[in-house]
C-alpha cells in the first residue's frame, strides 16, 4: 500500500501540473484557450482508449512487469511535454504520455485484489485515492514553486556554469519542471522492482497466517487464483465483461462523475483568473482545497462503507449510500457556484462538491474489485476507459460552453453530471463477480496457472 499510494500520489500530480504552466505554455506557443483544451483531452483520450489493454496486461503477464513498464513510459513522455517545439508536437507527447500511463489504476486494482482481504478493501482504496487527489491538490503549488526556483537567478547561473546548451540553460522554466518530473518515476522503480512480487506467496516475508487472512473471505469462484499472472481470458470472459449491468453502471458513473471531476484539473485556475480576478498565482493555494478535501473524503467515506458492511451485513447498501448520496450533494453545491459571487463562496461549494462526490470513491473503487475477482485489472481497465471519456470531453467542451454560453451554464452541466452518477447505483451488484456463471476459461495453448 505504500508503494501504491506513492504511486497514486505521482499519477495525480504528473497529469495535473500541466494546469499550473498552461497559462506559460500558452504563452510561449501562443496557442488558444481552446487549443489548450486539446492540450488537456489529448491525455485523456490516450488514457481512455488504453485503459483496458493496459489492465488486461497486468491479468496475463504480471503486475509488477506491467506497472514497471507503464511507469517508465509516463516518466519519459513527461518529460518529453517539456521539449515540444510547438502544438502539434505537444499534442502528440501529452497523448502518448495519457497512453504510457493508462493501466496504473487497473493494475493497482489487481494487486489489491490479490494482496489485501475483502474486508478492508473500502479502507485501502480510501486510502489510494486519498493520495490521488492529494496529489493533484498539491501538484499546482509544488509545480509552481518548482518553477520559481528554475526562474531563480542563482539556478540560471549554475547553468550556464556548466556550459549546458543554451536551449537548456535557457529553457523556460515550464519546460524544466516537466524535464525533472520525469525523473521522479525513475526513482519509484528503482524502489518497486525488487521489493515487489505479484503473487504474496512469492514474497518471503509474507507468512501462513498472513496468506490465510489475504484469501479467506473470497467466494468460492476466485480462491486458488492467486498467481500474479496466467489468467487467460477467453471469448465467454470478454463477453461478460462487456455486458455486465454492474460494470456498466460503474462505467457510466465514472464517465459522468468525471466529466464533473475534470473541472478542478483543467480549467479551475482559469475561472478564478476570469471570474474571481484572482491570478494563476494568488490562485495556487485556492487550487489545494477542493483536491485537499476531497482526499480526506475518500478515506473517510472507505472506513465507513467498511464498517456499514461489517455492522449491517449488506454490502450492496454500505457500498451504494456513500456515492449515492455524495453525488447528490456535490451536484447542489456546483449548481450553486452559479450563484455566488466572491472568490471565498465560491471556493466553499467548490470543496463541498469535491468532497461530496469523492465520499463514495472508496466504495466505488472497492466495487470495482469485487466485481472484478481474479480478473481485477481487465474490469477495472474497462470501467476507467470509458470513465475516462468524461475527462476526455470536458476540457474541450468546457472551454465551448464558458466560451459561448457563460461559466454560469458550464456549473449547471456539472450538476447535471453528478445527478447521473449518483443514479447508475440502480445497476450496480457488488456482491458477484461479473464472470460468475461463465465456464472456467480455456487455455488456448497457454498455460493457465493456478495454485
Not at 518530473?181 to 524502489?191: D, M, N, R, T
Amino acid at each position: 500500500m505504500a508503494f501504491l499510494c506513492a504511486l497514486s500520489f505521482l499519477t495525480y500530480f504528473d497529469r495535473v501540473c500541466v494546469m499550473r504552466a498552461s497559462n506559460d505554455i500558452q504563452r510561449t506557443m501562443n496557442i488558444s484557450d481552446q487549443q489548450m483544451g486539446l492540450v488537456f483531452g489529448a491525455f485523456w483520450l490516450a488514457y481512455a482508449l488504453f485503459e483496458i489493454p493496459g489492465g488486461w496486461m497486468g491479468d496475463r503477464f504480471g503486475t509488477r512487469s506491467t506497472l514497471t513498464r507503464i511507469v517508465l513510459a509516463w516518466s519519459l513522455f513527461t518529460a518529453l511535454s517539456g521539449a515540444a517545439a510547438g502544438l502539434t508536437s505537444l499534442l502528440i507527447y501529452r497523448f502518448l504520455f495519457g497512453a504510457g500511463e493508462a493501466g496504473a489504476y487497473p493494475n493497482m486494482a489487481r494487486i489489491q485484489s490479490r494482496w489485501l482481504p475483502i474486508r478492508s478493501r473500502g479502507r485501502a482504496g480510501g486510502m489510494l485515492w486519498l493520495l490521488a487527489r492529494w496529489g493533484a491538490a498539491f501538484s499546482p503549488l509544488l509545480f509552481g514553486t518548482l518553477l520559481r526556483g528554475a526562474d531563480a537567478p542563482a539556478w540560471r547561473a549554475a547553468l550556464h556554469r556548466l556550459h549546458l546548451p543554451h536551449a537548456i540553460a535557457d529553457a523556460p522554466a515550464w519546460r524544466m519542471g516537466f524535464w525533472f518530473s520525469g525523473l521522479v518515476g525513475l526513482a519509484w522503480v528503482a524502489l518497486f522492482l525488487p521489493f515487489f512480487r505479484d503473487d504474496p506467496a512469492d514474497k518471503q516475508s509474507v507468512n501462513d497466517a498472513e496468506l490465510t487472512v489475504i484469501r479467506a473471505s473470497r467466494p468460492a469462484d476466485d480462491r486458488g487464483a492467486d498467481a500474479g499472472h496466467g489468467h487467460v481470458m477467453d471469448a465467454g470472459i470478454w463477453k461478460a465483461l462487456f455486458v455486465s449491468p454492474s460494470l456498466w453502471g460503474l462505467a457510466v458513473l465514472y464517465l459522468t462523475g468525471s466529466f464533473g471531476y475534470s473541472f478542478f484539473v483543467s480549467w479551475m485556475p482559469r475561472y478564478f483568473e476570469k471570474v474571481q480576478g484572482v491570478s494563476f498565482e494568488k490562485s495556487e493555494w485556492m487550487n489545494v482545497g477542493p483536491q485537499f478535501c476531497a482526499g480526506i473524503a475518500c478515506l473517510l467515506g472507505g472506513i465507513l462503507s467498511d464498517g456499514l458492511v461489517r455492522a449491517m451485513g449488506r454490502k450492496r447498501f454500505g457500498r451504494a449510500v456513500f456515492p449515492v448520496a455524495g453525488c447528490t450533494v456535490a451536484a447542489a453545491a456546483m449548481f450553486g457556484i452559479r450563484l455566488v459571487h466572491t472568490p471565498h463562496a465560491a471556493l466553499v461549494l467548490m470543496c463541498v462538491a469535491a468532497a461530496a462526490y469523492d465520499f463514495g470513491q472508496a466504495a466505488n473503487w472497492a466495487t470495482i474489485v469485487d466485481i472484478g475477482g481474479r480478473y481485477a485489472g481487465s474490469a477495472t481497465g474497462f470501467v476507467s476507459g470509458v470513465g475516462n471519456l468524461g475527462n476526455t470531453l470536458q476540457p474541450l467542451i468546457g472551454a465551448a460552453i464558458f466560451t459561448h454560453f457563460g461559466w454560469g451554464a458550464l456549473f449547471g452541466c456539472y450538476a447535471g453530471a453528478y445527478l447521473i452518477a449518483g443514479s447508475t447505483w440502480i445497476f450496480i451488484d457488488p456482491t458477484r463477480t461479473f464472470y460468475r456463471d461463465v465456464p472456467a476459461p480455456k487455455s488456448f495453448g497457454f498455460p493457465v496457472i493456478q495454485r
